[in-house]
Every structure is written in structure tokens, then in C-alpha cells.
């Protein structure tokens, strides 16, 4: 089964080209988040990539 049909009704499912890309830095971090970062650190920088940082 597609995932982007499994998903369809749970979330927008953006193609492959049109996300952003996350670079995995071997123990410092992913993206814009760095291995040891407080709760507050990791919403703030998640709130600028997506409406829904939980």
C-alpha cells in the first residue's frame, strides 16, 4: 500500500522535492536540533519549521 494513501486523511504528505532536507551531523545533532537541547530549545526551533511543535 502507498504511504501517501495510508496517510492521506492523517496529515498533508509533501513529495520527496518539496521537503526540506535535515542533515545528520554524528554526535552534534539532525537539522536544526543539537543533541542536548532543553524542551524549550527543541520548540522553539521545531516552531519554525512546522505550525505543530508538540
Same mark, same amino acid.
Given at each position: 500500500?502507498?504511504?501517501?494513501?495510508?496517510?492521506?486523511?492523517?496529515?498533508? #504528505?509533501?513529495?520527496?522535492?518539496?521537503?526540506?532536507?535535515?542533515?545528520?551531523?554524528?554526535?552534534? *545533532?539532525?537539522?536544526?536540533?543539537?543533541? *542536548?537541547?532543553?524542551?524549550?530549545?527543541?520548540?522553539?526551533?521545531?516552531?519554525? #519549521?512546522?505550525?505543530?511543535?508538540?
Amino acid at each position: 500500500m502507498n504511504s501517501v494513501i495510508m496517510f492521506k486523511g492523517w496529515w498533508h #504528505v509533501v513529495p520527496d522535492e518539496g521537503r526540506q532536507q535535515w542533515l545528520l551531523e554524528p554526535f552534534a *545533532g539532525v537539522g536544526p536540533l543539537r543533541f *542536548g537541547m532543553s524542551s524549550a530549545e527543541v520548540a522553539d526551533a521545531m516552531s519554525r #519549521v512546522t505550525a505543530e511543535a508538540e
